[in-house]
């Protein structure tokens, strides 16, 4: 008698209820030229850099771009990174970028969640250099890089919460 390996069923056989899909998030680095944007993966887990987006003469046209990868992720809400300085203040630079999110929010109807992105492209230069890119090869992927770190770590607040929570 031979045997066959057994066969695993799908979830629509077992007439088990769809698990309820964690919330996906689209994170940005905005800069004054560009924007790096990531997105976290389909298990909430880690964060992958998308693209960078040139920023364009009007902003209205930032916001489309935006809105346009947030429906094509199906994201739920957009972390936004916040340059406070070393003392945890607002800047000039992080007050522009308060202004955008909150243009950002009323365009796409989406939560925007201001994030602590003090050091992450200094970060994201050093991470690129251990990965053997020159200065100049940055350009193009420095700003995904930090928007990548900066949904990383808001990502790994939102599991460590989840956790305190349920102690």
């Known amino acids: 008698m031979i045997e066959t390996a057994p066969r695993f069923k799908l979830d629509s ?15 940005l680095d905005i800069g004054s030229k560009r924007i790096g944007v990531a997105v976290s993966d389909e298990l909430g887990l880690t964060a992958q850099p998308v693209l960078t987006l040139e920023r364009r003469r009007h902003p209205r046209e930032d916001l489309r771009s935006l809105a346009r990868l947030c429906r094509r992720y199906e994201v739920a809400g957009v972390v936004v990174g916040n340059p406070l300085n070393s003392e945890g203040e607002v800047t000039s630079q992080a007050a522009k970028i ?15 969640h201001l994030w602590d992105e003090r050091l992450t492209t200094h970060e994201a230069h050093r991470i690129l250099y251990e990965a053997g890119h020159t200065r100049q090869t940055h350009r193009g992927v420095v700003d995904q ?15 460590r919460l989840l956790r305190l929570r349920k102690e």
């Open 13 to 27: 056989e077992l007439n088990m209820p769809d698990q309820p899909r964690p919330p996906r998030f689209l994170a």
């Open 145 to 159: 890089v930090a928007a990548t770190l900066i949904l990383q770590s808001f990502l790994d607040e939102q599991r």
């Open 98 to 112: 308060q202004a955008f999110a909150a243009e950002l929010a009323e365009f796409i109807k989406l939560p925007i």
